[in-house]
C-alpha cells in the first residue's frame, strides 16, 4: 500500500526550529514534484512549498520564505521540511503531498496530488 506518515510535529516556543519528515513507502519520488501543506481547524489548506523534481524549481508561501526549507534524500525516500524561527501564526497541521506541477502562481501549487499524508501537529506557543 503506498503511504506517506510525517513526524516531527510538536509544540515549540516561538522562535524555535522544528524538522518535519515524511516517508513514502511502496513507491519511489525521485521523478515526482513533492511540496508540504498546512490547515487550521475550519480554514482552507494552503501550500507551504513545493519543489519540481526536473526543474530544480521550489516555491515557497510568503509568509515562511527564509525560515522554511524544503529538501528530500532520494536514499531514504524521505521529504523534510526544515522550520525555523517559528511563529504562533505557523501552528496548524501539515502535510506532505506527491505530485506534478509544482508552480508559483503566486505561492506553491500542485497540478495534481497523487498521495497526501495523513498529517502532523505544530503548536508553536507565544
Known amino acids: 500500500e503506498v503511504q506517506l506518515v510525517e513526524s516531527g510535529g510538536g509544540l515549540v516556543q516561538a522562535g524555535g526550529s522544528l524538522r518535519l519528515s515524511c516517508a513514502a513507502s511502496?513507491?519511489?519520488?525521485?521523478?515526482?514534484?513533492i511540496g508540504w501543506w498546512r490547515q487550521v481547524p475550519g480554514k482552507v489548506r494552503e501550500g507551504v512549498s513545493c519543489m519540481a523534481r526536473s526543474g530544480g524549481t521550489t516555491v515557497y508561501a510568503a509568509s515562511v520564505q527564509g525560515r522554511f526549507t524544503i529538501s528530500t534524500d532520494n536514499a531514504k525516500a524521505t521529504l523534510y521540511l526544515n522550520m525555523d524561527n517559528l511563529k504562533p501564526e505557523d501552528t496548524a497541521v501539515y502535510f506532505c503531498?506527491?505530485?506534478?506541477?509544482?508552480?508559483?502562481?503566486?505561492?506553491?501549487?500542485?497540478?495534481?496530488?497523487?498521495?497526501w499524508g495523513r498529517g502532523t501537529l505544530v503548536t508553536v506557543s507565544s
Open positions: 503531498a506527491v505530485g506534478e506541477g509544482c508552480a508559483n502562481v503566486p505561492g506553491p501549487y500542485l497540478r495534481n496530488v497523487y498521495h
Open positions: 511502496e513507491f519511489s519520488f525521485e521523478d515526482k514534484d
